[in-house]
Every structure is written in C-alpha cells, then in structure tokens.
C-alpha cells in the first residue's frame, strides 16, 4: 500500500511540474514577451531622442563630439598634447577623474551614459554627425598596445577622428 501512495504522489508531482510548464509558456509568450519589447522599444527610443537632442543643441553649436578622458598616466600626456588641442574646440569635453563634479542633468552626462554604457573604459570619443549615429572610438587598446611598441592603431584612430571632425 506505501508502494501505491508513493507511486501515486510521484504521479501527482510529474503531473503538476508539467502542468506548471504548460501554464508557464502562454505566460512567457503573453507576459514577458511584451514587456521585453517595450522594453527594447523605450531603451532605443531613448537612445534616438538623445542623438537628435545632440543634432539639435550641440551641432548648431560646432559641438561635434564628445571626449571623455581621464588622469591615468598611461594616455593623460598624449591625449592632452596630442588629440585634446586638436579636436577641443570642436568637442564637449569630460575628464572621467573629475565625474564627481559633473552636472547629472546635463546633456553630456546623459550622452556619456547612454552611448558609453556598454564600456565605460576611457579615453573614449563619441564622434555625432548629422542623420547618422555616433561613431565611438575607445582609445584604451589602442593606448595599451602603445605600451607594446605598437601605434599603429592609435594613429588610425586618431586619424579617423581628425578627419570626421575635419581638423588638421
């Protein structure tokens, strides 16, 4: 008779662990689904509005790029005799060590955080042209292998950057 009762609750367990997955699947398909596509909608939605908010407010302005760089030994002296000088004018420009001074409502702020988000690595240049999307050069490959006798990166990158902000 245990032999029976057991054999019947394992039954009742498979039956209700299916029941469970058959119940779950209508709830993935209609509940998490779109919430997971609302969610991709709104996160590039976001994304969007802040690439028009850059074309309207910053390229009026001459404001072309943003440039975020820190006090890190490794690059600090090349950045700001090299690449700073050249593209300042045309740039917003962020020093990563002083972020606890920064403005959390201002436009770069949100732009570092949006379009930086997925490394937040310096030094980084986010290049906006018009009607099309940022073009981002994270610099800190290119600065470590510098550090290997290798530039040829850093120099393609620099170029690059020169030259979609038409600088010399």
Known sequence: ????????????????????????????????????????????????????LVWILWLPQGKRALVVYSNRPLWKADFEENILPR????????????????KKYDLSFFCFKMFGRKNLRCPVVHVFRPFRWVKTFRLLKAYRNVKRADALLLENSKSEIFRLLQVQ
């Not at 990563?96 to 920064?102: A, E, F, I, Q, T």
């Open 1 to 52: 008779m245990t032999n029976f009762l057991e054999l019947v609750k394992g039954f009742i367990k498979g039956v209700s662990k299916m029941l469970f997955c058959v119940l779950m699947v209508p709830v993935a398909i209609f509940v998490v689904a779109p919430l997971a596509l609302v969610f991709v909608v709104l996160a590039l939605g976001s994304l969007l509005l802040l690439q028009v």
């Open 87 to 102: 593209i300042y004018k045309k740039s917003i420009v962020l020093n990563y060590s002083h972020r606890k001074m920064w």
